[in-house]
């Protein structure tokens, strides 16, 4: 799959859009304007935040910023709860479509997939996902653009127990209100968010685990420290299994 930059040319058309999602042309908002998206066609869904499109006669595999849907095609995982289900709405969406694709600051990731927003119709389908619960906020700096936008969409989704968040097994993070940490019994965040080199998983640490000690949080590569098991559970990060 080649991974050779793009060059954006035209934006999509403008149409009833998310409620709360700003559309292609509201460049004052942070939104993409008609300098800043590419045009593409959608050949093939591959799960739910992983497309492959054709730009300019050329195909090029697509990886959705900002969010994660459960894994439903990694030969080393079982599928996920919810998984099946986030890869047909994201088939609904997009399969066989003509896409408008933003960039933010990278422009591919370590497998070299382009790492885009994906437009269709003037929505956003990145906020559609998470909106309506087949997505968790998933975000990387320097790719941030949405991160605000994606979250509180989640939020909401949690909260009103739409599709995931009502049929797996997530732990909704705790409130500020709650106040004591796991393991620290404090306000004190220990609980080590890491995200793997090699596999780009989003792992947890609890103090006494065997790489507890030696793992790094680094914030600028989107790692994070955690207050409870749930809060890294529903944020999309496993335990780690030592």
Same mark, same amino acid.
């Given at each position: 799959?080649?991974?050779?930059?793009?060059?954006?040319?035209?934006?999509?058309?403008?149409?009833?859009?998310?409620?709360?999602?700003?559309?292609?042309?509201?460049?004052?908002?942070?939104?993409?304007?008609?300098?800043?998206?590419?045009?593409?066609? &959608?050949?093939?869904?591959?799960? !739910?935040?992983?497309? /492959? @499109?054709?730009? =300019?006669? $050329?195909?090029? *595999?697509?990886?959705?910023?900002?969010?994660?849907?459960?894994?439903?095609?990694d030969?080393?995982?079982?599928?996920?709860?919810?998984?099946?289900?986030?890869?047909?709405?994201?088939?609904?969406? &997009?399969?066989?479509?003509?896409? !408008?694709?933003?960039? /933010? @600051?990278?422009? =591919?990731d $370590?497998?070299? *997939?382009?790492?885009?927003?994906?437009?269709?119709?003037?929505?956003?389908?990145?906020?559609?996902?998470v909106?309506?619960?087949?997505?968790?906020?998933?975000?990387?700096?320097?790719?941030?653009?949405?991160?605000?936008?994606?979250?509180?969409?989640?939020?909401?989704?949690?909260?009103?127990? $739409?599709?995931?968040?009502?049929?797996?097994?997530?732990?909704?993070?705790?409130?500020?209100?709650?106040?004591?940490?796991?393991?620290?019994?404090?306000?004190?965040?220990?609980?080590?968010?890491?995200?793997?080199?090699?596999?780009?998983?989003?792992?947890?640490?609890?103090?006494?685990?065997?790489?507890?000690?030696?793992?790094?949080?680094?914030e600028?590569?989107?790692?994070?420290?955690?207050?409870?098991?749930?809060?890294?559970?529903?944020?999309?990060w496993?335990?780690?299994?030592?």
């Amino acid at each position: 799959m080649t991974t050779a930059a793009v060059t954006p040319s035209a934006t999509v058309g403008g149409a009833e859009r998310l409620a709360g999602s700003p559309t292609p042309a509201e460049s004052a908002a942070g939104s993409p304007t008609a300098a800043g998206v590419q045009e593409a066609a &959608v050949t093939r869904v591959v799960d !739910g935040d992983t497309i /492959d @499109v054709l730009i =300019a006669g $050329r195909e090029f *595999r697509v990886r959705y910023i900002g969010i994660d849907t459960p894994e439903t095609v990694d030969p080393r995982r079982p599928v996920e709860c919810f998984g099946r289900e986030a890869s047909e709405r994201n088939r609904e969406l &997009v399969e066989g479509e003509a896409v !408008g694709l933003e960039k /933010d @600051v990278s422009e =591919a990731d $370590r497998y070299g *997939r382009l790492l885009r927003y994906v437009w269709v119709d003037g929505e956003m389908v990145n906020a559609r996902l998470v909106e309506e619960g087949y997505a968790t906020a998933s975000t990387y700096p320097p790719d941030v653009e949405y991160a605000d936008l994606f979250t509180a969409l989640q939020r909401q989704a949690r909260e009103s127990g $739409r599709g995931m968040w009502s049929d797996c097994a997530t732990p909704a993070p705790p409130s500020a209100a709650d106040g004591l940490c796991d393991y620290s019994g404090a306000g004190e965040r220990v609980i080590k968010g890491n995200i793997s080199q090699n596999t780009g998983e989003k792992i947890y640490h609890v103090p006494g685990g065997e790489y507890y000690d030696q793992t790094v949080v680094d914030e600028a590569k989107g790692e994070r420290w955690f207050c409870t098991e749930a809060e890294a559970v529903a944020a999309g990060w496993r335990k780690s299994k030592l």
